[in-house]
């Protein structure tokens, strides 16, 4: 019962998002730097839909923490994507 913290949902939410972020870079856009990639996205229109496709990893863990009876470290994760949700609506506005 160690994991059933609210913390480790918290920090596995917003560090799954990051890592499949930087999947997505790598497997698509490897010959590009890091910030041009973000310009290329951001030009093609699709950053939000990259960044939403990218939080799609943190759900998956918060099923695997409710399948589990982890409900603390599922509140962490939700807590989590409500922080990336509302981040993500404050820049596109």
Do not use: H
Not at 3 to 31: C, D, E, Q, R
Not at 72 to 77: I, K, P
Request: glycine fraction near 4%; include cysteine; aromatic fraction near 20%.
């Amino acid at each position: 019962m160690r994991f059933n913290k609210l913390w480790v949902g918290f920090v596995v939410g917003l560090i799954l998002p990051v890592i499949a972020f930087v999947i997505f870079y790598t497997y698509s856009f490897k010959s590009l730097a890091l910030g041009d990639f973000i310009l290329v996205i951001q030009k093609m229109d699709i950053f939000t839909q990259t960044l939403t496709f990218c939080v799609l990893p943190s759900f998956l863990s918060f099923f695997a923490f409710y399948w589990k009876q982890f409900n603390r470290a599922a509140m962490g994760v939700v807590l989590a994507t409500m922080l990336l949700t509302i981040s993500l609506v404050i820049i596109n506005f």
